[in-house]
């Protein structure tokens, strides 16, 4: 809303040809370097509630960013004698020996909010 109310007082100069594109160049310029997408990208993020940018395609990935599902739990691995083994199941353990690698085992609830944020 704010673009088109500084665009107002242009709209009684008389801009040569060429000079609306040139505008609507340096718009999409600009919106690319600060929020990664096109002036269009935008619009169809806010209409859409999806991460959507023309950015996204130039890396070779989907126009819009599609919520991926929650990864599987990691494995349980306990040490041995002389390896580590891992289990798909804690629960066939024999004894709940303690894991290799201690740390979350699921995501926060920060963390999926944040793959569920609708844009912007």
């Given amino acids: ?3 088109f109310l500084c ?3 242009l709209a009684g100069c008389g801009l ?3 000079a609306e594109a040139g505008i609507g160049v340096a718009g999409n310029v600009l919106a690319i370097t600060t929020i990664h997408r096109t002036v269009p990208d935008a619009v169809i993020s806010l209409v859409t509630g999806r991460d959507c940018s023309m950015v996204r395609l130039d890396r ?5 960013r599609h919520p991926h599902p ?3 739990p990691p494995p349980y691995c306990t040490r041995t004698i002389g390896q580590v083994t891992c289990w798909a199941d804690p629960a ?4 709940h020996a303690p894991q290799v690698a201690e740390g979350p085992d699921v995501l926060s609830s920060a963390q999926i909010a944040n793959r569920d944020r609708r844009w912007p």
Avoid: E, R, T
């Avoid at 070779?60 to 819009?64: D, I, M, P, T």
């Avoid at 066939?92 to 004894?95: A, F, R, S, V």
């Fill in 7 to 9: 665009l107002i007082p």
């Fill in 70 to 72: 929650l990864p599987p």
């Fill in 92 to 95: 066939m353990l024999p004894d």
């Fill in 60 to 64: 070779g990935k989907s126009y819009c």
């Fill in 16 to 18: 040569g040809a060429g």
């Fill in 1 to 3: 809303m704010l673009v």
